[in-house]
């Protein structure tokens, strides 16, 4: 079998709700995505989400050879990138064609991604997240109460601008998570907004009230120095690395002890990237999150993984062009027995929205909002429902 | 699909077959010391009979697990291990490089003369003359770093690689006998006769402080014997940078834990070496790990315990295209 083309497609659509964070907490509504199509001459098509853009640019170290032989390509297309690097938007173009690759794998075995890795079975611990720093209080209990009603007991909470209000709607979470569980699992992510002595400060003032599995990205994403002063001086462990690009970005954090958990995603140089770092990870006994994505695509990939602890499932609709089978129930993403990444893409669908683009409340991506680092900037009432 | 049997077969030297058959005729093979025949047993009978033999993942922590600190019960699970990917790649047909993902790229490879096999300078010598039509470019002499015989023999090795294309490379496997200051003077007379690229275990691999001393003293790097297990013994060398290169075994690590372990290193970006096995199967691994080094060669294919599809050819090994790991297991066994 060789590899014989591709086609890609972007589209925007506008998702059920908004999301958040504290770097732009009054949230968008309309989100890019991107859908790879890899050919092949016995007509099985590698499908990937989530790139950018740009894959005729390394298409040439792909075309002709044969799709089972992924991690070497991924070796070629990791050597092709020495020079220029693997970053930015060539990460997300060889994230994609890493990805849409190991599809085609597992579809010419006939078999689903999760079983091609090894997995015993099609099965992810989820917790909820709701990006959910402009959501009401009561938007913000609904969201979590619907998830725990699928058995979700564990969530994250977007925090940071105003410790007074994090706590307060920690407890709105854990409240709603309650009929899940007696001691419902409760995590923070401040999106690199705070100064690792702020994290020190604010996640100390929150422990006080709330015992956290993890606070995410307390601060830069490359500061290894910061990450671990924030986990000596915590109870809870630090998880980062969700905006990084690969093993060697990773790399830095684990080798100077600065991450307690490591937040994965496809963007980690895909398939092959992702799961490299959660080897390197398991290797040094770090535990591994899985980010979110659409149609929750990953958990292929984190049902296999050594050291994987739960996927966060954040479920805002964007699903507009997919078809999927996987679902969260009892707690889980249950994977079917579908092939590959056991994603379809509905064609109708998909050029109705790239004719007809969405209109709505802002874009990604969210940009670093004034303060961070320094002092805080809390929310303006025309900013969030929930501030005064 | 569901794994259904275990079995084993005596072959000679001490060594047996092992088969691991599922539910739709499918079998796996590979090798394991008789000894551990009753350990690899009872493991399989609690881990792998009934279940999916393509959860190779999931089975091989399953078996780490179960295993423990229990060093017989890891070298059964890796042949198990082992034979649960012939199983695999068997059934669909496919070389192991392609059903782990690799390219087919030919393994670099370097001949290894033990202490045990050869004994005697002249041991080496009829070693060299069969190696010879193979093409060897590196080599490894094992030897206390004290014996007197050791630099004639490494000069010996040194004058039986090709040398056509460039300097042949030479390692060392020191068996982790010396203590590291001795080790450091032993290597450093050595280093003013040879270039030697890289020294195995010159005083015990699990003195973390002691390797890394050796490492930082000397020219030529440092990689791990094959005393260590798993992520447990190399954590601490991961986490101290002792190691220069990490040496890695489908004889103690299986396929998946060559895998894993493969990537940990990656992330410190440590070459990987894959010692000797029988068939010299470790060639399925060049074109999958990204930072694949050398494979050890001891089984001249002409002598090979388990005759393999692999072929030596210019001091490189090819897997060849044959399903699975490529064992011819009707040929007699040398």
């Not at chain 1, 006994?285 to 996927?311: D, E, I, K, R, Y």
């Not at chain 1, 993403?333 to 379809?344: R, T, V, Y």
Request: proline residues 5%.
């Amino acid at each position: 079998m060789k590899i014989t083309g591709f086609r890609s497609e972007t589209y925007f659509m506008k998702m059920d709700r908004e999301v958040a964070d504290a770097n732009l907490p009054s949230g968008v509504e309309i989100m890019p995505a991107s859908i790879l199509f890899l050919e092949t001459d016995e007509d099985i098509t590698g499908v990937s989400l989530g790139y950018g853009g740009g894959v005729e640019h390394l298409f040439h170290l792909i075309e002709g050879e044969d799709p089972r032989d992924v991690l070497g390509l991924w070796i070629k297309i990791n050597d092709y990138l020495h020079k220029a690097g693997n970053e930015g938007a060539a990460t997300l173009v060889f994230s994609a064609i890493d990805m849409a690759l190991w599809d085609l794998k597992a579809k010419i075995a006939d078999e689903p991604l999760w079983r091609t890795l090894g997995a015993r079975e099609g099965r992810v611990k989820a917790y909820a997240s709701g990006l959910d720093y402009s959501l009401s209080d009561d938007e913000l209990f609904c969201f979590y109460r619907r998830m725990a009603e699928m058995g979700v007991d564990s969530g994250k909470l977007k925090v940071g601008l105003d410790i007074d209000a994090d706590i307060r709607r920690l407890g709105i979470m854990r409240e709603a998570l309650s009929i899940a569980s007696d001691r419902p699992g409760l995590m923070i992510d401040s999106n690199e907004y705070w100064s690792p002595k702020q994290a020190v400060r604010y996640i100390s003032k929150i422990e006080e009230r709330f015992d956290l599995i993890w606070a995410e990205e307390p601060a830069r994403r490359w500061d290894y120095d910061g990450l671990r002063l924030v986990s000596q001086q915590v109870r809870t462990a630090v998880a980062t690395a969700e905006n990084l690009k690969s093993i060697a970005d990773i790399y830095p954090l684990i080798a100077n002890e600065a991450a307690d958990v490591l937040n994965l995603s496809s963007g980690h140089s895909g398939v092959t990237g992702c799961r490299q770092i959660a080897n390197m990870a398991y290797a040094h006994n770090v535990p591994v999150s899985m980010m979110n994505c659409q149609a929750n695509f990953m958990a292929q990939v984190a049902a296999a993984l050594p050291g994987h602890t739960m996927m966060e499932v954040v479920d805002p609709g964007r699903e507009h062009c997919l078809k999927y089978d996987n679902y969260v129930q009892d707690g889980f993403i249950h994977l079917s027995d579908a092939p590959g990444f056991g994603i379809d893409v509905d064609e109708a669908i998909l050029k109705d929205l790239q004719e007809n683009p969405p209109k709505g409340k802002g874009a990604f991506p969210f940009p670093r909002r004034e303060g961070a680092g320094r002092y805080l900037v809390p929310p303006s009432p025309s900013e969030t429902p929930w501030s005064s | 699909m569901k794994i259904t049997s275990f079995k084993t077969t005596s072959l000679a030297a001490g060594m047996s077959r092992l088969c691991i058959e599922a539910d739709d005729g499918a079998a796996g093979n590979w090798i394991i010391a008789s000894a551990l025949q009753s350990v690899a047993e009872k493991l399989a009978d609690a881990a792998l009979i009934g279940q999916e033999p393509r959860s190779t993942t999931s089975l091989w922590h399953d078996m780490l697990d179960r295993a423990g600190n229990d060093l017989q019960a890891r070298a059964a699970a890796a042949a198990l291990d082992v034979a649960l990917w012939d199983l695999n790649s068997t059934r669909d047909n496919e070389p192991l490089w392609k059903k782990i993902g690799g390219s087919q790229k030919p393994a670099n490879a370097h001949l290894s003369i033990t202490e045990r096999a050869s004994g005697a300078t002249q041991s080496d010598d009829v070693f060299f003359q069969q190696a010879a039509p193979f093409g060897f470019r590196e080599g490894k002499v094992s030897a206390c770093l004290t014996s007197k015989s050791l630099p004639d023999r490494i000069g010996k090795l040194f004058s039986a690689l090709d040398a056509s294309a460039q300097p042949p490379s030479l390692y060392i496997g020191a068996q982790g006998r010396c203590a590291p200051k001795d080790a450091i003077a032993a290597i450093s007379k050595l280093e003013q006769l040879f270039d030697i690229t890289a020294i195995e275990a010159p005083c015990p691999t699990w003195d973390i402080s002691g390797t890394k001393k050796v490492s930082e003293n000397i020219k030529a790097a440092v990689f791990n014997d094959l005393s260590i297990f798993g992520r447990e013994g190399l954590l601490s060398h991961f986490r101290r940078r002792s190691l220069d290169i990490v040496q890695l075994s489908v004889l103690k690590d299986g396929v998946t834990g060559v895998l894993e372990l493969a990537d940990a290193a990656f992330g410190y970006e440590l070459p990987i070496l894959i010692a000797s096995s029988p068939g010299n199967i470790g060639a399925h691994f060049a074109g999958a790990l990204p930072y694949f080094m050398s494979l050890e060669i001891r089984d001249l294919p002409s002598k090979q315990t388990a005759p393999s599809a692999v072929t030596i050819s210019n001091g490189w090994a090819q897997p060849g295209d044959a399903p699975g790991l490529g064992i011819n297991w009707a040929q007699p066994s040398a």
